[in-house]
C-alpha cells in the first residue's frame, strides 16, 4: 500500500516537475482570461487541467508530450471559445449567463432571488463586505456570470447597462 519503486518515484517528480512548469508556461502565454474568475466553460477547463495533470502524473502509458498536447488543446479551446465569444453575440448568449439583478433601491427583488437561489443574508454580506455598513447608499447588487456579487452603490453611473431584471431600469 505505501510502496513505491525508486524508477516511479523518479518518473512522478520529473513528470511532475516538467509537466507544472509546462502548464505554467501555457497558461502565462494564453494570457490573463485564462486565470480570471470562472464562469461555467472555464471552470470545466480548469477541472480539465487538474485532471489531465494527475493523469500524467500517476498513468505511465502516459507520455509527457501526451500530456502536454492535452494541455494545450484544453487552452486553444479556452482561447476560442473566448475569442468566438467575443465576436458572436449568439455565441457568447450560447455559453455565458446575463448578470442578473437582486437588490435595486432597497427592495429585494425576490424573483430574481428565487431563479438564482440567492438569499437575502448572502446579498447583505456582499453590501457589508463592500464597506457599507447600511443598504442606504446601495443602488443595487448583482450577481455576475461569475457568481461574484457586485455592489454598486448610488453615487455610481450607469453600471446596470446590460443587466437582466424584472424591473424597468430606465426608470431609475
Do not use: C
Request: hydrophobic share 45%.
Amino acid at each position: 500500500m505505501f510502496e513505491i519503486t525508486l524508477s516511479s518515484f523518479i518518473r512522478i517528480v520529473t513528470v511532475g516537475f516538467l509537466a507544472y512548469v509546462g502548464l505554467v508556461i501555457l497558461l502565462r502565454v494564453s494570457g490573463k482570461r485564462t486565470l480570471t474568475k470562472l464562469n461555467a466553460f472555464d471552470l470545466v477547463v480548469t477541472v480539465a487541467l487538474g485532471s489531465t495533470l494527475s493523469t500524467i502524473l500517476l498513468n505511465n502509458s502516459i507520455s509527457l508530450l501526451e500530456g502536454m498536447t492535452a494541455f494545450g488543446m484544453l487552452i486553444l479551446l479556452q482561447y476560442l471559445m473566448t475569442l468566438f465569444s467575443l465576436h458572436f453575440d449568439w455565441f457568447n448568449n450560447l455559453i455565458k449567463s446575463e448578470p442578473r439583478l437582486l437588490y435595486l433601491d432597497g427592495n429585494f427583488l425576490k424573483s430574481s432571488m428565487r431563479k438564482e437561489r440567492i438569499k437575502e443574508m448572502e446579498i447583505l454580506q456582499a453590501i457589508r463586505n463592500t464597506g457599507f455598513g447600511s443598504t442606504e447608499k446601495v443602488k443595487a447588487v448583482i450577481l455576475e456570470t461569475d457568481g461574484s456579487l457586485s455592489v454598486i452603490s448610488s453615487e455610481t453611473g450607469n453600471a446596470l447597462k446590460h443587466v437582466n431584471s424584472e424591473v424597468d431600469l430606465n426608470e431609475t
